[in-house]
């Protein structure tokens, strides 16, 4: 039994060594295959690079070759060989190669024009014109480069430093026009920057052996056989001389040979992958190679192949089957688990996508229909200020008992109508439609509210307050604006308990910033805000439609009954005052809107020192400036000024006024806001920097942030806004204190 169970054993081993056996047998092969596939890649990927350059050299070259041919053509050119030939004079040359030598890139080291050369002598050539300093060059080998009598030179200088000399033949071929190559430049554009590995390189050598092109300065020039064995004699060159024989045959290849790493400062003996194909010419060639460590592509394959048998072994020894089942388990898991949350944080982008889409759409439309409203309430209040000034005037001299008086009325009562339409349309622009803004004492506000309120609650609804602000309490807000909000809110309200017996609960406090921002978004909160709360028991409002109900021409009443702009209104009048707006609503149990807005130091009238320099005459100044660009306004305002005793001089440009500010005294300038050229601020700065003792009033149809900062800046001294009475602005022209 204890030798069947050895034998057993002895089995077990057998087969786990035969195993470890085969699958290294295997692994060995896999990785000799796959070197081998790999190297063979390496080979074919240098032979393309060694193509890309030799292409590149011949695209270079033939570039040079087309530039040489258009320097011959040209008119300066033509006329400098002209006198040379007539005259022997090359000074016309040297200057048109001076001038074209500016032109040309860092890799042109000259232009010149020399004596055709005779023979392959050691001569310097003999220059007849050149574009730089002098230095001799030396031809040591030359070829032809193309069909049309192009040649290429391979030359030195005394210096030791080599060149690509392009020339084509000119003056009846007694003369030739060279272009003169820095080879170490052409090498940075044509090879260096191309990199083989960590080691590898590109080099470039002509027909006989010379290196031409090569990273290591001190091998440019030299024999790529005889140089080196000057250099190393005890190097062995065995390989080497039979893949240079190869090369100078022009022949296109991939070779494997030992050769040394010419860069090291003892060149260390290496095997190297050597890919070469020749730049052919008319009669000669140049030859390109690109060359690489052999080991950096093998290496590591031998490494990895001895880890992954010793990995091999361990696997197989420690039950391999059971881990790999294992870890296909785990992996499964895990892909499963991470495709679950991609697929979360998926969804969860794309719906705080759709939401934020939603919000552009939203604030887009806002802005439109701001900037269209704001032009239309601009408009309007030019078309107002005429009626409801010349009916002003017609009440003033008609006897009150008449019916030209009672007509005047019926109109200047409809403009003044009109007037406060156009205020509720302005508040889509987000500007100002009245009056600067002056602290509001909240109780008051709310009383005022309540006053209108008990004029327009229907008889079902019972009215309910429970207001809790304390007696000082202020926020910056036109009774206006609040009468507008409220006076929308509670329609609503009142539309939502149509048919019911209704309870309208109107209310609110005070809260801290901290306490606000639960209520509402905003970028910055303020410390403390006033709450205005109006609460029905009507329908409510579906849930997917409180989103929208803020949209303007959004209505959920029947057509006819509703606009769809109350509720816009309301949030543009609450957001251009800093606030918020909140909404509760739940079906059959009723809606309540809340606002939020900030409150306010300093009391209910506010003063205002006068920083101008006061008129020296009497306080009902006589000669008065009107400046407006609507002729219908000018003309009305200055009928109705000279009729009440003041001298006026009227100009519908701000360019007339400066001029007249600069020719006369007046004690009033009244100017229009909006005017092309030259707007009433800039006037009233220019008045200011002119130092003029005279008030200034401007006038406006919006009420704009510029307009406020010039008021606030003590630029202009009243602020009046269209349409606006005769009466009102002759007021104005009374009043010696800069007030609001």
């Known amino acids: 039994m204890e030798f069947w169970k050895k034998e057993r054993l002895w089995?077990?081993?057998?087969?786990?060594?035969?195993?470890?056996?085969?699958?290294?047998?295997?692994?060995?092969?896999s990785f000799k295959t796959y070197r081998d596939q790999i190297i063979e890649e390496q080979k074919e990927q240098l032979l393309t690079i060694a193509k890309a350059v030799s292409n590149s050299i011949s695209i270079y070259t033939g570039f040079y070759f087309d530039d040489l041919q258009d320097l011959k053509r040209y008119e300066a050119y033509e006329r400098a060989e002209e006198i040379y030939l007539t005259q022997d004079v090359a000074t016309p040359l040297q200057r048109f190669l001076r001038e074209r030598?500016?032109?040309?890139?860092?890799?042109?080291?000259?232009?010149?024009?020399?004596?055709?050369?005779e023979n392959d002598a050691d001569d310097p050539l003999d220059v007849v014109a050149r574009a730089r300093v002098n230095r001799a060059y030396v031809s040591v080998h030359h070829f032809m480069g193309t069909d049309s009598g192009g040649r290429i030179d391979i030359l030195h200088d005394k210096d030791g430093l080599?060149?690509?000399?392009?020339?084509?033949?000119?003056?009846?071929?007694?003369?030739?026009?060279?272009?003169?190559?820095?080879?170490?430049?052409?090498?940075?554009?044509?090879?260096?920057?191309?990199r083989v590995g960590d080691n590898g390189y590109v080099m470039i050598k002509d027909s006989t052996g010379r290196i031409l092109m090569h990273p290591v300065q001190e091998q440019i020039g030299i024999d790529v056989i005889e140089g080196r064995e000057e250099m190393y004699p005890d190097f062995d060159y065995t390989e080497l001389i039979e893949l240079i024989d190869h090369q100078l045959e022009g022949r296109e290849d991939v070779e494997i040979y030992h050769s040394y790493w010419w860069a090291d400062e003892v060149p260390r003996r290496v095997r190297k992958i050597g890919a070469y194909t020749p730049v052919r010419f008319q009669d000669d060639?140049?030859?390109?190679?690109?060359v690489i460590d052999y080991d950096e592509i093998a290496r590591p394959f031998g490494q990895a192949m001895v880890t992954i048998f010793l990995l091999s072994i361990v696997i197989v020894s420690f039950l391999a089957v059971i881990l790999v089942r294992f870890w296909r388990l785990m992996k499964t898991r895990s892909l499963v688990e991470q495709e679950n949350k991609r697929l979360r944080e998926m969804n969860a982008k794309q719906e705080e996508l759709r939401r934020q889409e939603e919000q552009l759409y939203h604030d887009q439309r806002l802005q439109l229909m701001g900037s269209l409203t704001g032009g239309i309430a601009h408009e309007f209040n030019n078309l107002l200020t005429p009626i409801m000034g010349y009916s002003g005037m017609i009440m003033m001299e008609a006897d009150p008992q008449s019916d030209t008086y009672e007509s005047a009325e019926e109109i200047y009562n409809a403009a003044d109508r009109a007037k406060e339409i156009i205020r509720q349309i302005a508040s889509f622009s987000r500007k100002h439609a009245g009056t600067p803004l002056k602290p509001l004492n909240i109780r008051k506000g709310v009383e005022g509210v309540l006053k209108m309120m008990e004029t327009v609650i229907p008889p079902n609804v019972h009215l309910i307050v429970q207001g809790d602000w304390e007696e000082d309490s202020c926020i910056l807000c036109g009774e206006t604006e609040?009468?507008?909000?409220?006076?929308?809110?509670c329609t609503n309200a009142f539309h939502a308990m149509k048919g019911k017996k209704g309870v309208l609960v109107i209310g609110g406090g005070i809260l801290t910033g901290k306490q606000a921002e639960s209520n509402f978004k905003a970028s910055v909160h303020a410390d403390s805000y006033m709450s205005l709360f109006v609460?029905?028991?009507g329908c409510g409002i579906p849930e997917d439609r409180i989103q929208r109900i803020f949209e303007p021409f959004f209505?959920?009443?029947?057509?006819?009954?509703?606009?769809?702009?109350?509720?816009?209104?309301?949030?543009?009048?609450?957001?251009?005052?800093?606030?918020?707006?909140?909404?509760?609503?739940?079906l059959e149990n009723g809606t309540c809107f809340t606002i939020y807005i900030p409150l306010c130091s300093g009391t209910v009238e506010t003063s205002r020192k006068k920083t101008k320099k006061k008129s020296s005459l009497p306080k009902n100044a006589k000669r008065i400036l009107l400046v407006e660009d609507e002729k219908k306004i000018l003309k009305m305002f200055e009928r109705a000024l000279k009729g009440a005793g003041y001298e006026v001089t009227a100009v519908s440009n701000s360019l007339e006024a400066k001029k007249l500010?600069?020719?006369?005294?007046?004690?009033?300038?009244?100017?229009?806001?909006?005017?092309?050229?030259?707007?009433?601020?800039?006037?009233?700065?220019?008045?200011?920097?002119?130092?003029?003792a005279c008030r200034v009033i401007m006038i406006t149809g919006l009420v704009e942030d510029q307009v406020l900062e010039y008021y606030r800046s003590h630029l202009i001294d009243m602020l009046l806004v269209k349409p606006l009475e005769v009466q009102t602005l002759i007021d104005a022209i009374e009043r010696e204190e800069h007030s609001s």
């Open 482 to 489: 609040l009468n507008q909000i409220m006076l929308n809110l």
């Open 555 to 586: 209505t959920t009443k029947p057509v006819g009954e509703g606009t769809g702009l109350g509720l816009s209104t309301v949030q543009n009048l609450v957001e251009s005052l800093n606030g918020g707006i909140r909404v509760d609503s739940s």
């Open 535 to 537: 609460k029905d028991n």
């Open 11 to 29: 089995q077990s081993v057998c087969a786990a060594l035969g195993v470890v056996v085969i699958l290294a047998a295997c692994l060995i092969y």
């Open 162 to 194: 080599y060149y690509l000399g392009l020339s084509i033949p000119v003056m009846e071929d007694a003369c030739r026009l060279w272009m003169i190559i820095n080879i170490e430049e052409m090498y940075q554009k044509v090879g260096s920057y191309i």
């Open 285 to 290: 060639f140049l030859i390109v190679c690109a």
């Open 101 to 117: 030598m500016e032109l040309r890139h860092n890799d042109i080291s000259d232009l010149m024009v020399t004596k055709a050369p």
């Open 661 to 692: 500010l600069q020719e006369k005294r007046f004690d009033v300038v009244v100017t229009d806001y909006a005017m092309p050229g030259m707007n009433g601020g800039q006037l009233a700065a220019l008045i200011q920097k002119m130092g003029l």
